[in-house]
């Protein structure tokens, strides 16, 4: 893929026609990261968020025990923010929402947004 930046649209695709490349336009994903958007707007954080929660939705937490609720987070899930974090600094928002979707999960381990629990840890 042939991407340019403050090029002929035409020029880029004569290029890109001889190359036998596609033209590609900005932002476009890179190894699962987005290149070329805002990474201090919290839109660019959702795909990690939505990622961690589709994960989070599919193990079933009545079956696993504190113990493995703690090996599931510790080296599966922060590696999903750990990954972006090595790239782009987080805007301040982020960090929080993550950790509380750990806290949902590791110390409640309910079903979900609508299952409510007291909270004895925070």
Do not use: C, H
């Not at 476009?28 to 961690?52: C, H, K, S, T």
């Amino acid at each position: 893929m042939l991407t340019g930046i403050n090029i002929n649209t035409s020029w880029l695709s004569k290029i890109a026609s001889v190359l036998n490349y596609r033209v590609g336009t900005l932002p476009f994903v890179y190894l699962g990261l987005p290149i070329g958007d805002d990474a201090r707007r919290l839109e660019f954080w959702q795909p990690v968020l939505n990622r961690i929660r589709t994960r989070l939705s599919s193990w079933n937490k009545k079956n696993l025990s504190f113990g493995g609720r703690l090996i599931l987070l510790k080296f599966i899930l922060s590696s999903l923010p750990v990954y972006f974090l090595s790239f782009f600094k987080a805007p301040t928002g982020i960090i929080p929402s993550i950790e509380s979707l750990f806290k949902s999960f590791f110390f409640w381990g309910g079903g979900g947004e609508d299952f409510r629990k007291i909270a004895w840890v925070d």
